[in-house]
């Protein structure tokens, strides 16, 4: 019989890659703490709980897809959460960008129990969340990599197991790192060459075509060029893995220069009431540094 799967926590990403989970044909229990979001997108066959203990109740693989470590922390081991549910030889899936620290915290609490967890966290955005084409990188053993393995193909592109529980939330900070510097630099050279009297589209264009191409770039082309930043992945979200990469870095003795300012960046951002702008609002801070918005004359 085919396994049971729960997801818990529907907001940008966990809607669509629960959704992409139902299309492929898996019968899904639901919980979100907004219940109508839940309803929302709820199939036949579906099952809206009351509660991540419900979930896990019902459910042999439970995944998890929430803003932040305390939050998981909170649907895992707190109050009517998944530990008070689960079942000897069921597996958690954490998908959301957290602490390694905290997943290897509650991977153990997971294990008291008889069940196992895997961490995942995804790359790719909500575009990459609804095309079902995210980079999944996995840190837990083998076989709960196998086992939860054809879940992760519905849901991405690119499915790496990179080493034992933690590793795959410290290959996400390295990755955070990489996406905010360049974002960051890509604002820098935007606001440069625009105020000098370049068309934006054009410095897009001809860094595009050469060494200083990239990803950031081509996916958050239209946001910058049109200011328009509803999210896609919210700053004060970066702001949070930033964090995660400047604690790890502490943990490890690895110094982190740039990405200390860029944290300091986003808490500006923060600050300022951007939180919940896209990451790319980033050039908004250079523009104010240098009086220059782009597009708007030399
Ligand atoms: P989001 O849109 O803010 O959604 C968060 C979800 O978690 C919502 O369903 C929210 O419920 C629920 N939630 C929040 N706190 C909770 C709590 N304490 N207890 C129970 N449920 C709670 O966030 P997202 O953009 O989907 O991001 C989720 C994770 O994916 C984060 O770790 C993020 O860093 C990571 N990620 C995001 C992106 C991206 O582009 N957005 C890309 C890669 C990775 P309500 O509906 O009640 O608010």
């Given at each position: 019989?085919?396994?049971?799967?729960?997801?818990?926590?529907?907001?940008?990403?966990?809607?669509?890659?629960?959704?992409?989970?139902?299309?492929?044909?898996?019968?899904?229990?639901?919980?979100?703490?907004?219940?109508?979001?839940?309803?929302?997108?709820?199939?036949?066959?579906?099952?809206?709980?009351?509660?991540?203990?419900?979930?896990?109740?019902?459910?042999?693989?439970?995944?998890?897809?929430?803003?932040?470590?305390?939050?998981?922390?909170?649907?895992?081991?707190?109050?009517?959460?998944?530990?008070?549910?689960?079942?000897?030889?069921?597996?958690?899936?954490?998908?959301?960008?957290?602490?390694?620290?905290?997943?290897?915290?509650?991977?153990?609490?997971?294990?008291?129990?008889?069940?196992?967890?895997?961490?995942?966290?995804?790359?790719?955005?909500?575009?990459?969340?609804?095309?079902?084409?995210?980079?999944?990188?996995?840190?837990?053993?083998?076989?709960?990599?196998?086992?939860?393995?054809?879940?992760?193909?519905?849901?991405?592109?690119?499915?790496?197991?990179?080493?034992?529980?933690?590793?795959?939330?410290?290959?996400?900070?390295?990755?955070?790192?990489?996406?905010?510097?360049?974002?960051?630099?890509?604002?820098?050279?935007?606001?440069?060459?625009?105020?000098?009297?370049?068309?934006?589209?054009?410095?897009?264009?001809?860094?595009?075509?050469?060494?200083?191409?990239?990803?950031?770039?081509?996916?958050?082309?239209?946001?910058?060029?049109?200011?328009?930043?509803?999210?896609?992945?919210?700053?004060?979200?970066?702001?949070?893995?930033?964090?995660?990469?400047?604690?790890?870095?502490?943990?490890?003795?690895?110094?982190?220069?740039?990405?200390?300012?860029?944290?300091?960046?986003?808490?500006?951002?923060?600050?300022?009431?951007?939180?919940?702008?896209?990451?790319?609002?980033?050039?908004?801070?250079?523009?104010?540094?240098?009086?220059h918005r782009i597009g708007e004359g030399g």
């Amino acid at each position: 019989m085919a396994e049971k799967i729960g997801f818990v926590g529907l907001g940008i990403m966990g809607r669509p890659m629960a959704k992409n989970l139902m299309e492929a044909g898996y019968e899904l229990v639901l919980y979100n703490r907004t219940k109508e979001k839940a309803e929302e997108i709820a199939a036949d066959g579906t099952t809206v709980a009351g509660s991540p203990r419900e979930v896990a109740e019902s459910c042999d693989i439970v995944i998890t897809m929430l803003p932040d470590s305390p939050d998981v922390e909170a649907v895992v081991a707190g109050e009517y959460g998944i530990l008070e549910g689960i079942k000897e030889g069921s597996l958690v899936v954490d998908m959301s960008t957290i602490s390694p620290v905290a997943t290897k915290e509650l991977a153990a609490k997971v294990g008291e129990r008889g069940a196992s967890m895997l961490d995942a966290p995804v790359s790719g955005g909500d575009v990459g969340a609804q095309g079902g084409t995210l980079s999944i990188m996995v840190g837990g053993s083998e076989e709960d990599f196998e086992r939860a393995k054809p879940l992760f193909e519905v849901m991405g592109g690119t499915v790496t197991h990179v080493g034992p529980v933690g590793a795959g939330q410290v290959v996400k900070a390295a990755n955070q790192i990489v996406v905010a510097l360049t974002i960051e630099a890509v604002s820098e050279a935007l606001v440069l060459g625009s105020k000098a009297g370049v068309a934006p589209e054009k410095i897009l264009d001809v860094l595009d075509g050469g060494l200083a191409g990239n990803k950031v770039m081509e996916a958050k082309r239209e946001k910058f060029l049109h200011h328009s930043f509803d999210p896609g992945f919210k700053i004060e979200l970066h702001h949070k893995d930033l964090g995660i990469a400047l604690a790890a870095g502490r943990e490890y003795g690895v110094s982190l220069p740039v990405t200390a300012i860029v944290d300091q960046m986003l808490e500006e951002l923060k600050a300022k009431g951007r939180g919940d702008r896209d990451h790319s609002a980033l050039l908004t801070l250079i523009e104010e540094g240098a009086q220059h918005r782009i597009g708007e004359g030399g």
